[in-house]
């Protein structure tokens, strides 16, 4: 608790010296309900055809994407947005945003979630698997985050990336992170959105990080926000870390690049159902969850926080 001060004193005085301050109801009043409600319902609706290359709906998730980076501000980092590959024969692609120019010689912080989900399957009754949940939702947080920081100036290299085929053993983002290996990017963190359509059932407006103890991030994210970060032991027995797109970027790069979600396998029915529907979701919650991070994130960047891998214990 006094730690958590401290810091807080450390920001507040810290803020007096950037062109910038956030304000959290501010934000709140930038990112709204309706908007996010809007977005998640446009990325799960039945049209999107569960967002897969076999579908063919990720072609039409991915339009939407690259419209709404268009219209918002946000840069392409790569032509038309398109980080490209070839997965079971059918071409995918990651779509990648930067917020500002781009300085080679900065460092580079990334955002992701996975745009994509399974498709279409034959079976009996509904046969489109929106992945509303999983993760129109984390989508539509990249989205807005996105959207919000692209209203400000920055110190740091901020890109954005919805992946393709993470569906199909986390693809996109494995062919993005030796790609930007390549590029000699100098990515400091990762922050990865999964699955936050949900209330956590320790309370509202919370998240957990998977490798939590792999790094400062969860303790530098709960000095801005306090308890938004939480730790979940399933994660851990799970094995979270490794099973979302943030692990190819730790793979890669050695950095911290974690997943924040809200599904704690108490909380959610239609993991990888065709019931994992939008009007399921607590989107008034979710909001929450991605403002917070907003907020969060704005005053990480603000601050120029150091993100650093912990000692192995
Ligand atoms: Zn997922």
Redesign the pocket.
């Known amino acids: 608790m006094k730690k958590t001060l401290l810091l807080l004193i450390g920001l507040s005085v810290q803020s007096c010296n950037a062109q910038t301050s956030f304000d959290l109801a501010e934000i709140r009043n930038e990112i709204t309900t309706e908007e996010t409600r809007a977005i998640l319902f446009t990325l799960a609706h039945d049209d999107m055809k569960g967002r897969d290359t076999n579908s063919g709906g990720f072609y039409q998730a991915a339009a939407f994407v690259t419209n709404y980076f268009e219209t918002h501000g946000i840069q392409p980092f790569y032509p038309a947005y398109r980080d490209s590959l070839v997965t079971d024969s059918l071409t995918a692609y990651n779509l990648v945003g930067r917020i500002g120019d781009y300085d080679p010689n900065r460092k580079t912080i990334l955002l992701g979630a996975?745009l994509d989900h399974i498709g279409i399957k034959d079976v009996e009754g509904d046969q489109i698997f929106n992945?509303a949940n999983?993760?129109a939702t984390?989508s539509t947080a990249v989205l807005q985050i996105s959207r919000y920081l692209a209203q400000h100036q920055w110190k740091q290299n901020i890109v954005v990336a919805l992946f393709a085929d993470?569906?199909k053993g986390l693809k996109g983002a494995y062919h993005l992170a030796e790609r930007m290996k390549n590029e000699k990017v100098e990515l400091a963190y990762m922050v990865n959105f999964?699955?936050i359509g949900s209330t956590l059932t320790t309370g509202e407006n919370q998240v957990y990080i998977t490798g939590y103890k792999l790094s400062n991030m969860a303790n530098e994210m709960n000095a801005i926000s306090e308890n938004f970060i939480q730790f979940l032991p399933q994660a851990k027995e799970y094995n979270l870390f490794k099973r979302?797109d943030n692990y190819a970027f730790y793979q890669a790069f050695d950095v911290p690049a974690q997943t924040l979600s809200s599904f704690d396998f108490k909380n959610y029915d239609f993991y990888h159902k065709a019931g994992d529907e939008a009007e399921k979701l607590d989107v008034e919650n979710m909001n929450q969850i991605i403002g917070t991070a907003a907020f969060t994130l704005a005053n990480l960047l603000k601050n120029d926080s150091a993100i650093e891998m912990n000692l192995p214990e």
Request: aromatic fraction near 0%; avoid cysteine; proline fraction near 0%.
């Open positions: 996975h992945g999983d993760n984390g993470e569906e999964e699955m979302s």
